[in-house]
């Protein structure tokens, strides 16, 4: 999959567009490794082969050369803190917006809360992008200074764009081409990344959160799936997924063994189970 720099930079670096430096390398262990190196705000680092990209929990995430597209975007944090946990959230709002009008097939992709990107192959979701935001080591610090730096967060997105079957890097994962679409080049897919990212960005940074959870709502197939929360203390939780709070979290009606409360995650692996029509939900 081709990608070039100079193309990139001069649809990302203009007057219009908030974005200030591109990185393009050839290789490199892992974009968001790099971009946490020396974060800066406005900074997009991409790259042709990804040796050792990273998921959520430390995960391993790798694939063939010239077979994903990978990026990294530095951003600001909002001022609220609160706001924070809708980062993640954001970026897969923007992948799925980029990808439906790429692709003009905007139904064929959707999101598994918090931020799994899916398409739609052979009447199956399927994993098709991961995603990790990182907050910048120290970002926020300013001990002494009269005003502390604004905190930086690095946003990794990882597309599997024409990875063959055996390739793919867990299962229910696809790529593009599997499911069914052209492979775009990897100009024109990080460009549209980035363009999608900073408009939702700029929404979200400036608190206009009502527009921002109806289209997050829209996008998520989680809505009204039954599933299984896999919590960090190793504890699971049932029922049905109900809302996405204001904060982002899931709300989930309970069933099982917990009893039929409703309850609100702010964290953990959601599966989605087999609904009663026989269709298995992503």
Not at 119 to 137: D, Q
Request: with cysteine.
């Amino acid at each position: 999959m081709a990608l070039s720099e100079t193309p990139i930079r001069e649809a990302l670096v203009t007057a219009s567009q908030p974005w200030r430096e591109v990185e393009c390398h050839d290789e490199i262990d892992s974009t968001n490794a790099q971009s946490l190196i020396d974060p800066r705000p406005w900074r997009v680092v991409t790259s042709r082969h990804q040796r050792a990209g990273r998921g959520r929990r430390d995960r391993s995430w790798d694939s063939p050369p010239g077979t994903s597209m990978v990026l990294s975007m530095t951003v600001p944090m909002a001022a609220d803190p609160q706001r924070w946990g809708w980062l993640p959230l954001v970026t897969g709002l923007a992948v799925v917006d980029a990808l439906g009008a790429m692709t003009g097939a905007a139904e064929r992709f959707a999101l598994k809360w918090p931020n799994d990107v899916l398409a739609e192959e052979g009447g199956r979701w399927l994993k098709l992008c991961g995603i990790l935001c990182e907050l910048a080591p120290g970002a926020g610090a300013g001990a002494g200074a009269e005003q502390a730096p604004t905190p930086l967060v690095v946003a990794g997105v990882g597309v599997n764009v024409a990875i063959a079957r055996q390739d793919l890097p867990v299962p229910g994962a696809t790529s593009l081409t599997l499911a069914g679409h052209p492979a775009p080049s990897g100009d024109a897919l990080v460009v549209a990344v980035a363009q999608a990212f900073a408009r939702w960005h700029r929404q979200w940074y400036a608190g206009a959160m009502a527009d921002l959870l109806a289209a997050y709502r829209t996008r998520c197939c989680t809505l009204g799936a039954q599933v299984a929360v896999h919590l960090p203390d190793g504890s699971t939780s049932h029922g049905e997924a109900l809302d996405i709070a204001p904060g982002g979290e899931l709300v989930v009606q309970g069933s099982g063994p917990e009893g039929a409360q409703r309850r609100t995650f702010a964290a953990g692996d959601v599966v989605h189970l087999r609904l009663a029509d026989g269709m298995i939900r992503p």
